[in-house]
């Protein structure tokens, strides 16, 4: 059990049976409509549970670094969100509609969010040869089954200071460019 962070397939994205999306879909399709701007559709070949990562390690570190590094409104956008889509917003958006965790959903644009998470990754000095075998858990093992620590001490720096704010620095940078690399939307679970 947990929290996971995980990306939607289209079939499941506008369903509207129980494991779908589709009360989400229609609210967010409502909200872009009524900016002027178009639909968000989720592409055919993104099946979903390509992208999976399980919340474990502490965020004290993490909300400390983001409130260092981040506005308020700065951090509202990366941490705030309940879904994360391929879209350019201004701000975020919250919709009228229950998420896995709370009574509303907040949406955010995965540029917006990729642009602060690679901010934080910079102030920290994240290495760039985190694990990127697009599999499953694969952030989540690295930090948690040692593989981080011996990288830490091989390559020292202030992102080892602190790996459970690392571990979610990577999270959410690597969140982000899967929502853009794919066109699928990322929530939690």
Known sequence: MGVYLVDVGAADWRAEDEGGYGEIASALDAELSGRGLPRYEVPAQCRGLEFEEKLSPSMDGFVELCRAQLTRDEEETLCGWSV?????????????VGSAYTDTTVVA??????????RLAA????????????????LTNWFLDGRAERTAAARPG??????????????YVRAAQHSLRRGCPILFS
Do not use: R
């Open 123 to 138: 102030a920290i000095g994240l290495p760039p040869m985190l694990p990127v075998s697009h599999m499953n858990l694969d």
């Open 109 to 118: 644009g995965a540029p917006q969010v990729l642009d602060l998470a690679q």
């Open 158 to 171: 202030p992102w080892a200071d602190d790996l459970d704010a690392a571990f979610y620095v990577a999270l």
């Open 84 to 96: 994360l889509v391929p879209i350019p917003l201004d701000e975020t958006v919250e919709l009228p």
